[in-house]
């Protein structure tokens, strides 16, 4: 396994344990909602520093239920691993022809020659 691979597993294993560890050991039993946002846990902060706060501005859209907002949430989510993906892709790209130009990788076609013999 090469350095690189070891470094990713690594990663790998690091996100997926910061993911399951807070459910795993119960971080959260004792809040009403566990698990909700850092916008509800401010909104309670503020409240209970000064009641009589009164919001700048209210929101354009007010989705109609918890599961219509997570909804909007994962495509947003999405959309943006979407066109991350597209970037480092593209940039992939650009830079496996720049170097085929400059001579460093030789073309595909020419590696499949090589490889094929023919048997008389």
């Not at 009403?32 to 309670?44: H, I, Y």
């Not at 929101?59 to 066109?83: C, D, H, M, N, R």
């Not at 022809?97 to 023919?118: F, I, W, Y």
Request: proline share 7%; no cysteine; charged share 25%.
């Amino acid at each position: 396994m090469s350095r690189n691979a070891k470094i990713n597993t690594l990663l790998l294993l690091i996100v997926a344990a910061l993911a399951v560890l807070p459910l795993v050991l119960g971080l959260g039993d004792h809040k009403e909602e566990p698990f909700a946002g850092a916008d509800g846990e401010a909104e309670a902060a503020i409240t209970e520093l000064e009641p009589d706060y009164e919001p700048w501005f209210s929101p354009l859209y007010e989705p109609p239920s918890g599961e219509v907002e997570s909804a909007l949430f994962s495509l947003q989510a999405a959309l943006g691993a979407g066109v991350l993906a597209y970037y480092f892709g593209l940039r992939k790209g650009r830079r496996q022809g720049e170097e085929r130009a400059l001579g460093k990788v030789p073309e595909a076609a020419d590696r499949d020659a090589d490889s094929t013999t023919t048997v008389s």
